[in-house]
């Protein structure tokens, strides 16, 4: 399973129901839950070619 930072928990934790998406800078990025708490975390995966 992937893993992101969580700003609440303040820890790196597996993402749960992860999707990748693409944001406005053209940048892939993993977003889904947090494990522990359900915030949602984002993990940047670099730029799309």
């Given at each position: 399973?992937?893993?992101?930072?969580c700003?609440?928990?303040?820890?790196?934790?597996?993402?749960?129901?992860?999707k990748?998406t693409?944001?406005?800078?053209?940048?892939l990025?993993?977003?889904?839950?947090?494990?522990?708490?359900?915030?949602?975390?984002?993990?940047?995966?670099?730029?799309?070619?």
């Open positions: 399973m992937p893993e992101g930072r700003m609440k928990c303040k820890k790196m934790v597996d993402i749960k129901d992860g990748e693409v944001a406005k800078n053209n940048a990025m993993l977003k889904g839950k947090c494990g522990a708490c359900g915030t949602t975390v984002c993990r940047i995966l670099g730029r799309k070619k």
